[in-house]
């Protein structure tokens, strides 16, 4: 369904289109079960795969792929050979990607899978109406992600000793990045948290990409004899190891700890947790108690995000709020309330470009859009502008600021599939669709279209996604016209103006596919660089069932209708463990990596 935002147009937009698509799970010790037989303590050993899709509800693909010693291969460290040997033969194309993927546990590569052939079906095989002869890859192939990194058992959770013992970890909730640096090695700050007040603080490096050989093969041959890659995994493991070691733990919090976030510099924390409260910390070191704390909320904080460089701060809160807090003074600043006291599950914001609000990212001033997703699936839209104002004539105070603030038509929830043919309004007695609501938006994230325009800032367009507790991702977009309505409007936002005159520059928020694959719920969404030239940036989904992966756009131009397909899966989690959080590592010059952290206190960076 589309935004409820009114336009100058009287015909109504057309239903955003709705998709089902496949998803494929590889064994989560395929890494372990490829260090076995590198290091020859086994010869070959069998691995499990499989492809599901919900519109073939009997006709998932099951595979057995055998990983071996290579024969003829007289090296210490022989390469693996992959052979399909049952379930999937003539269905199925498994092989190693050609390039980069090397595994924490030896030279493992990334998978492509992909389904050989064109679907059966009189119907396209991402249709969620109607069934499926079996579950139909897209032509690209999905890669399935080895993690580079894997670091286990971060919190120890409500978990007994003994379950600790066997390897089990407390699952984590709250988990953010932040570049060390400081850290000539390149390294990564982070933190995790979950139930029971536990907050810690901990560092990674990311393995080097070895030097590639000039006249390999081509598949990323490298230079590096038996005796350095024995050392390299070690070091690796250490480093892992280390990692865990050196873990700090940040005290003083109350209950379960919901959201952590570091502020831009890495050198402070903040954690908000289901009492309420929010705290701030340093964290080199983190002291024993939080250096400030913010009240205000009357139920649990869901989220946070930093404005500008850190003096002010929106939080989200099941009582159905966000507040706008300054940091230096400890105190809200502003209150938005939801309609009908929504409890708000998620929050994301975008700094609005714009030549007249000129911006200040160290006394976070100039302009941003807020969204709120709630609990009753709508998604609330609120600009936000704060003028500085002049320098107050005592030193010693705080400078002043102006807060205007501006609610939007919000975006109401929806049904899935919501693009029924004409005169549909239900399943028949044959069919094995069903209608699911959207429920609570869990999830949700917001970014310019930087290839709009050349400047990246003036005449820009935005996409939203949106993730729910019933699995569904809903992607809108704001176009260049809309970007610019909201820019004149929070230009504006001083001026006393008539309720319907503004009301009619509303900006239109059009709703362009839903997606979805299963009934697991979307626990956390964010936007990545995509590596097409059109359409919106990819989209990584983190869910409850531990099938966490990556979302690309097909677009034949910029307008076009857009199709999704699952480029990437990110594989390691058992199947049922909820993947909670999603973290980007990235640097300048650097490729994105994606870290994801979840259950048994688990984070992989693939």
Request: with cysteine; aromatic share 4%; charged share 25%.
């Amino acid at each position: 369904m589309a935004s409820s935002s009114s336009s100058s147009s009287s015909t109504s937009p057309a239903p955003p289109r709705s998709f089902l698509l496949p998803y494929t799970t590889l064994q989560p010790t395929y890494l372990d079960v490829h260090a076995d037989i590198s290091s020859g303590s086994v010869s070959a050993e069998d691995v499990f795969l499989s492809v599901y899709a919900e519109n073939a509800p009997s006709k998932s693909l099951h595979a057995t792929l055998r990983l071996s010693q290579r024969e003829g291969d007289t090296s210490a460290s022989p390469p693996i050979a992959l052979e399909l040997i049952k379930g999937g033969k003539g269905l199925l194309s498994v092989k190693e990607a050609d390039e980069g993927g090397e595994g924490e546990k030896g030279i493992a590569r990334d998978l492509f899978v992909s389904t050989p052939g064109a679907s059966t079906s009189a119907h396209p095989p991402t249709s969620p109406l109607h069934l499926q002869n079996s579950p139909h890859l897209p032509s690209h192939g999905v890669r399935l992600r080895l993690p580079c990194v894997t670091l286990s058992r971060l919190l120890k959770g409500t978990r007994s000793q003994a379950a600790l013992d066997r390897g089990a970890g407390g699952s984590i909730s709250a988990f953010d990045v932040a570049a060390s640096e400081d850290d000539e090695s390149g390294g990564y700050s982070f933190v995790v948290a979950g139930e029971e007040a536990e907050c810690r603080l901990g560092s990674l490096v990311l393995p080097q990409k070895r030097a590639q050989s000039s006249t390999g093969s081509g598949r990323g041959d490298a230079i590096e004899s038996v005796q350095e890659k024995a050392q390299r995994r070690m070091a690796e493991k250490r480093a892992a190891a280390a990692a865990q070691l050196k873990m700090v733990d940040v005290k003083g919090h109350v209950g379960d700890v919901t959201c952590a976030r570091f502020f831009p510099s890495g050198k402070v924390i903040l954690t908000s947790t289901n009492d309420g409260l929010i705290r701030l910390y340093p964290t080199s070191p983190p002291t024993s108690s939080p250096a400030r704390q913010f009240k205000g909320h009357r139920r649990a904080v869901s989220s946070l995000s930093i404005l500008g460089r850190g003096k002010r701060f929106l939080s989200s809160s099941r009582d159905g709020t966000l507040k706008l807090w300054d940091v230096p003074g400890g105190k809200c600043l502003r209150t938005l309330h939801t309609s009908r006291v929504s409890p708000v599950e998620s929050l994301a914001i975008l700094p609005l470009p714009a030549k007249d609000l000129p911006r200040d990212e160290g006394e976070a001033t100039g302009s941003w859009l807020v969204l709120a997703g709630c609990a009753n699936g709508s998604i609330e839209p609120f600009a936000l502008r704060i003028d500085a104002l002049p320098s107050p004539a005592d030193e010693d105070e705080q400078p002043q600021v102006a807060i205007h603030s501006l609610s939007l038509p919000h975006i109401p929830p929806t049904t899935y599939p919501s693009d029924l043919p004409d005169g549909t309004t239900a399943p028949g007695s044959t069919d094995h669709w069903a209608l699911v609501p959207s429920s609570a938006v869990w999830a949700l994230d917001i970014m310019l279209a930087h290839h709009d325009n050349d400047d990246k800032q003036e005449g820009a367009s935005s996409w939203i996604v949106a993730g729910t507790k019933t699995g569904l991702v809903r992607l809108f977009k704001i176009g260049r016209e809309g970007m610019q309505r909201i820019g004149e409007m929070v230009g504006r936002m001083h001026e006393d103006r008539d309720e319907q005159e503004q009301s009619e520059e509303m900006p239109v928020i059009r709703e362009h596919c839903i997606v979805r694959r299963n009934d697991s719920g979307v626990n956390a969404v964010r936007f990545v660089p995509s590596t097409t030239s059109r359409g919106p940036p990819d989209v990584v989904v983190a869910t409850t069932d531990g099938t966490p992966y990556r979302l690309t756009w097909d677009a034949a131009q910029e307008d076009a209708a857009l199709t999704p397909r699952v480029a990437e899966e990110y594989t390691g989690w058992e199947a049922g463990d909820a993947v909670e959080e999603i973290a980007l590592l990235a640097r300048e010059g650097e490729d994105v990596k994606v870290g994801l952290a979840g259950a048994e206190g688990c984070v992989r960076v693939y």
